[in-house]
T-cell receptor
Framework: AQSVTQLGSHVSVSEGALVLLRCNYS??????LFWYVQYPNQGLQLLLK??????LVKGINGFEAEFKKSETSFHLTKPSAHMSDAAEYFC??????????FGKGTKLTVNP | DGGITQSPKYLFRKEGQNVTLSCEQN?????MYWYRQDPGQGLRLIYY???????QKGDIAEGYSVSREKKESFPLTVTSAQKNPTAFYLC?????????????FGPGTRLLVL
């Protein structure tokens, strides 16, 4: 069975600072990994996904994530935070089954 | 514009009442999903359907029921057996049910108990 752990339920950064949201996964088979963003009272929007084509995945809004098999990690980064990045971010994994397993989410606050 | 619509945006349930949440997609996707979201809990899968007239239980199916009579529609009924229904409900769809398929989400329905 797959599982996802997102370290830090809340992360706070200053505008213009690096954003780093951590995600570690567990999977007995090669995983497919996703990052989604959710703005308040809205649905989820896909930021990026890893499907084994390349370990560094670039997504929308300047976000990227690097798949590190040795560390079972798929951390999300953005070089410079913007106020509009304030939202909740979810990491998710599939692998042995088509079910998408989500982490508990990390709420990002961006301070002016 | 293609997408997923959920209605209503807010829904109130009285004790002992069944309520139905609507989910419609015009993306021509085969697979559809229902998730429940509680604060700090992430998303949990209630039911999913890979094709018309077929559906499977997810991780928290008790107290819920679904139907898939049309490709574009996947309504969720929250029955009176669901004792703690207050949550944000999200519907999603994907082209196929597969491990690398992207799921696209609707805007959600917030269910509150009176």
């Amino acid at each position: 069975a797959q599982s996802v752990t997102q370290l830090g339920s809340h992360v706070s950064v200053s505008e213009g600072a690096l954003v780093l949201l951590r995600c570690n996964y567990s999977s007995s088979v090669p995983p497919y990994l996703f990052w989604y963003v959710q703005y308040p009272n809205q649905g989820l929007q896909l930021l990026l996904k890893y499907t084994s084509a390349a370990t560094l995945v670039k997504g929308i809004n300047g976000f990227e994530a690097e798949f590190k098999k040795s560390e079972t990690s798929f951390h999300l980064t953005k070089p410079s935070a913007h106020m509009s990045d304030a939202a909740e971010y979810f990491c998710a994994v599939t692998g042995g089954s088509e079910k998408l397993v989500f982490g508990k989410g990390t709420k990002l606050t961006v301070n002016p | 514009d293609g997408g997923i619509t959920q209605s209503p945006k807010y829904l109130f349930r009285k004790e002992g009442q069944n309520v139905t949440l609507s989910c419609e997609q015009n993306l021509n996707h085969d697979a559809m999903y229902w998730y429940r979201q509680d604060p700090g809990q992430g998303l949990r899968l209630i039911y999913y359907s890979q094709i018309v007239n077929d559906f499977q239980k997810g991780d928290i199916a008790e107290g819920y029921s679904v139907s898939r009579e049309k490709k574009e529609s996947f309504p969720l009924t929250v029955t009176s057996a669901q004792k703690n229904p207050t949550a944000f409900y999200l519907c999603a769809s994907s082209i196929l049910a597969g491990v690398q398929e992207t799921q696209y989400f609707g805007p959600g329905t917030r269910l509150l108990v009176l």
